[in-house]
């Protein structure tokens, strides 16, 4: 810890020398590579000479290992409030939605309305049981008596997008990456009413640890980032 201090201590002052130059270490999921891209991306273009390194870590699972051992400055990840551990602090930066999802060519994006009891019977894409989205999925359709569903595919968000352009399979998909894919990819979400609050996208740091005037420039551009995610949902929903 003392040795962490030290550095970043060195960092602030090489701050202070040039407010252009700097590293920020960032563990995130797989499957918040589109956001973390968008977040890089705004960063580099006010700060091209900041370095950026990512981590592929699991914050939704609550496996803090990197954070603690201070292997990255910051999580971002999706989270189910509230956390137990009270080493960390977490900013909320987007509530979430979860939608189903599926390929343009699919027989049910002709339809108006569905209900989940109509989908038990369709080819699903899932995440691994233990991820975070898995438990709030089999709340969905627990809530309506219905047998939480069993995957077709358990895959990684890649090779689920490559799939759902077939039209053959429907998943359940975040707003907060659904809006960086939908027309990439050409999916639809189906107007299916799930009543579930998705994880919410949040910054995880470590308490009392002081974070690096670099790492905080990457906060403000996730911010802004969650900002930009938050006007466009509420535009699709008016």
Known sequence: MVFDE???????????TNPNVGEVRIGCPESLAFVSSAIIDRLSRRYPEVVVRVVTAQPAT???RELRERKVDLLLGRISLPLVDDDVDVEILFEDRLFVVTGSRNRWTRRQRIDLAELMSERRLLLPANN?????????????????PRECVSADVHTRLHLLTTGRF???????????????????????????QGPSLGIITLRNRTVSPVVQLFVESAREVAKALAGRSQSCKS
């Open 132 to 148: 975070v989205l898995s438990s709030l999925i089999a709340q969905a359709f627990e809530a309506r008596g219905l047998d939480p």
């Open 170 to 196: 429907l998943t359940f998909v975040p707003d907060s990456l659904l809006q960086f894919v939908a027309k990439r990819w050409s999916l639809k979400a189906l107007p299916v009413d799930l009543s579930i």
């Open 6 to 16: 030290l550095r970043q201590g060195i960092s602030d002052i090489e701050f202070l």
């Open 62 to 64: 609550l496996e803090f």
